[in-house]
């Protein structure tokens, strides 16, 4: 192999960590983050996004809690009358948007669809909290049954309510969101009442907790499968997670006492609540990944190319090295 081409097959070395050093930086990006707060609310938490940018949450005003959905920059309360500390829990590309009320001292859930409502409750139930709806209409939620009975997650598919707990489960199983492909993301208690996320794929089901937590809840899931929620470390502050392909990322909103996070569209946009000290703000985070590594990839690239062009000038033909068959095909 001549100079020139070794120089060549460097430089494209080199452009090729480049590249995966760009990979490794999608992979992990980096988020700014919008405060969310209800014009004169006294906390906002923001609960669900879809696509298109639309968020459903609840906030606190007037002594109680309301059920809110932002759109185009415009936040609109979502109360109906008889509604008592409603909250909007999930919205999908539809605009379906799920949540759960209280009534004479019962919860319900319910759905909001084309402007219709409809009440969410599993048969037999006493009580039950709507929480996520994916782009099929599915809808994921918790349910008691017996006043002072267990909780149980239930999936609304096809107007059949099926309910569910993962193995370990003692009397509470709360399911948080589902995507596209069916698959159930929430929370779980275990025989001595630690919280545990988990991943429901099909009838499998997948223990989510972070490295360092004493507790986590997983809030929501994307289409990719990309999960966010929220864990305990020792000490007993809140952060919010990322959990895609194998790893965790700790998600801080910045200055934050605690963060929260609780869905995650297939933009990888996030939204949640952070607590600075007085009070919850909601959040919107939305990637921004470095652009650092693509300029150092072009930069690398005509850098290297321009340098052997200009050595090969300079030294002129060379005479041609045999090598081994295998040399012209380096690992």
């Known amino acids: 192999m001549t100079p020139v081409r070794n120089l060549l097959v460097s430089a494209s070395v080199a452009v090729l960590a480049l590249v995966g050093g760009v990979g490794q930086g999608l992979a992990q990006p980096s988020y700014g983050y919008t405060t969310l707060s209800v014009p004169g609310s006294i906390f ?18 007037g002594g109680g809690s309301h059920a809110f959905l932002l759109r185009s920059g415009v936040y609109s309360t979502l109360d109906q009358p008889g509604w008592s500390n409603p909250y909007a829990s999930g919205i999908n590309n539809l605009g379906q948007i799920v949540g759960a009320y209280n009534t004479a001292g019962v919860q319900h859930g319910f759905l909001l669809s084309g402007g219709t409502l409809t009440t969410v409750d599993p ?8 929480n996520g709806i994916n782009a099929l209409s599915q809808i994921v939620g918790v349910v008691q049954g017996d006043p002072n009975g267990p909780y149980h997650g239930f999936l609304l598919s096809g107007g059949q309510y099926t309910t569910f707990d993962p193995p370990g489960a003692i009397n509470t199983t709360i399911a948080h969101g589902i995507n596209a492909s069916g698959q159930i993301v929430g929370v779980y208690f275990d025989t001595v ?24 809840k997983a809030e929501g899931i994307n289409d990719a499968g990309q999960i966010v929620g929220v864990y305990f470390d020792a000490a007993g502050r809140q952060h919010g997670f990322l959990f895609q392909d194998g790893s965790y990322t700790t998600l801080d909103a910045p200055g934050a ?11 990888g946009q996030i939204v949640g609540a952070y607590d600075q000290g007085h009070g919850l703000s909601g959040f919107l985070a939305t990637p921004t990944p470095e652009p650092s590594g693509l ?18 000038r300079q030294i002129g033909p ?13 690992r």
């Open 295 to 312: 300029v150092l990839l072009i930069v690398g690239t005509l850098t290297g190319i321009s340098w052997a062009l200009r050595h090969q």
């Open 257 to 267: 006492a605690g963060t929260y996070a609780y869905a995650i569209n297939n933009s």
């Open 123 to 130: 048969p037999g139930s006493s009580s039950a909290q709507a």
């Open 193 to 216: 009442g630690n919280e545990h996320a988990f991943l429901r794929s099909g009838q499998d089901y997948t223990t989510l907790d972070p490295p360092g937590s004493i507790e986590a």
């Open 44 to 61: 906002t938490e923001a609960f669900g996004l879809s696509d298109a940018g639309q968020i459903v949450g609840e906030y606190l005003a």
């Open 318 to 330: 060379t005479v041609r090295e045999e090598r081994p068959s295998s040399a012209l095909h380096p």
